[in-house]
C-alpha cells in the first residue's frame, strides 16, 4: 500500500492553543480522594556544577554553570529525556541555547539552537525509527533561510529547495524518488512559482490536492481551505469532549503535550496508531483510545483519487 507522509503538527497545535484559551480539558469524574501522589521513578540527570531549582514526577529544572536554565522532561518507566529545553530565564519563557527533543523510544526527533526566542542555525529533524536526517536547514531569527533538503535515509535526496532571507521559496525546487531520479523541477521567486516541469507524469508525486477532512458536515464543502479549517476546528472538538484525563496523571501533576502518528486509508479508516510521545504510560494510553474513537474521515485526494496518508496529531494533556 502506498502511504503518504504529511506532517500537520504546526497547523493543528496553533489551533490547539487557541481552543486551550476557551475550554478546560474535562476533569475526571473519579473519585480521587485519599488517593497518594507516587515516588517518581525517573532517575533524574544532573549538569555538573547545575543548581536544581525544582523537580516534579516527571520534570526538572536546573540553573546551570552558564546562568541558563535547563529544562527536562523524562518519559517515567524508560528515563528517556524527550525534552531537552535551555531557557535564558527562571520562569522559562525566553529560550535561548540548546534544544532537542527524541521520541519515546530515545532517537532524536530535532534538534538546533534558539537565540532569544527564535530558532537560529542549523537544524535538523529524524525520522522516528532509525537515527537518519528526514530533513534539515538552517533559521535566521526564526525564518527557514538558505537551502533546506529532505531524505529518504542519510544520504538519498527527496527533495531540495532554497529561501530567500525572508523565508520565501526562491530558486529552485527539485523532487527525487526513491531510485534517485528527478521526478520534477520547480523555479519560484520571492514566494512564486514560475515555472514547473514533471519528468515522468507517470510516477506519484508528493503534493496532494486534497488532505484527509474529519468531520461530515466539513467533508461535504467543496471550498479546500473552508473544509480544512472546518476539520481542524472539528478535530479539536471532537478532542476536547471525549478526552479522559488519567487520575494517575492528574494525581502525580504530569503534563504535556503528546504527538500521534496515524493513517487515514483510502476509504477514511485509521490504521496503524502509533504515539510517537506519550508523556506516560497512561496518557499513551488514553491518546490511543482517544484515534480509535475517531468516526471515518473523508480520504486524501491525488489526481482525484483517494489515497493512504500518514498524519501527525498533537494531543494537549493540561491540568487546569
Not at 500500500?1 to 497545535?13: E, G, P, S, Y
Request: proline share 3%; net charge negative; hydrophobic share 30%.
Amino acid at each position: 500500500m502506498k502511504v503518504f507522509h504529511v506532517l500537520l503538527f504546526t497547523i493543528v497545535f496553533s489551533a490547539f492553543g487557541c481552543l486551550q484559551q476557551q475550554y478546560n480539558i474535562p476533569k475526571s469524574t473519579n473519585n480521587e480522594e485519599g488517593k497518594i501522589q507516587e515516588k517518581s521513578p525517573v532517575n533524574f540527570q544532573q549538569e555538573e556544577g547545575s543548581t536544581i531549582i525544582n523537580q516534579t514526577y516527571s520534570t526538572s529544572l536546573e540553573q546551570t554553570t552558564d546562568g541558563l536554565y535547563l529544562f527536562k522532561r523524562y518519559y517515567p518507566t524508560t528515563n528517556v529525556v524527550t525534552h531537552w529545553e535551555s531557557y535564558a530565564d527562571k520562569s522559562m519563557k525566553i529560550l535561548h541555547g540548546k534544544y532537542i527533543r527524541r521520541y519515546d523510544n530515545g532517537n532524536l526527533w530535532y534538534e538546533g539552537e534558539y537565540q532569544n526566542n527564535k530558532a537560529s542555525g542549523k537544524w535538523k529533524y529524524y525520522n522516528v525509527a532509525a537515527k537518519h536526517s528526514e530533513s534539515e536547514g538552517n533559521y535566521n531569527a526564526d525564518v527557514k533561510v538558505g537551502t533546506w533538503v529532505s531524505y529518504y535515509n542519510n544520504t538519498q535526496k527527496q527533495a531540495e529547495y532554497i529561501y530567500n532571507d525572508a523565508g520565501q521559496l526562491d530558486g529552485t525546487y527539485t523532487i527525487w524518488d526513491e531510485s534517485g531520479e528527478v521526478t520534477s523541477v520547480s523555479i519560484y521567486a520571492d514566494g512564486k512559482k514560475l515555472k514547473s516541469r514533471d519528468s515522468n507524469l507517470n510516477k506519484p508525486t508528493l503534493q496532494m490536492e486534497r488532505m484527509p477532512i474529519f468531520g461530515e458536515y466539513c467533508g461535504y464543502m467543496q471550498d479546500y481551505r473552508a473544509a480544512k479549517q472546518c476539520s481542524d476546528k472539528a478535530v479539536l472538538a471532537f478532542i476536547y469532549e471525549n478526552m479522559d484525563y488519567p487520575d494517575f496523571a492528574r494525581i502525580n501533576g504530569i503534563e504535556g503535550s503528546a504527538t500521534v502518528s496515524f493513517i487515514i486509508d483510502k476509504i477514511g479508516n485509521i490504521t496503524e496508531i502509533e504515539v510517537l510521545n506519550g508523556v506516560c504510560d497512561e496518557m499513551k494510553k488514553e491518546c490511543i483510545r482517544l484515534i480509535e474513537s475517531f468516526p471515518n474521515w473523508s480520504p486524501a485526494l491525488r489526481n482525484g483519487k483517494p489515497v493512504s496518508v500518514q498524519l501527525r496529531l498533537p494531543i494537549e494533556f493540561e491540568l487546569k
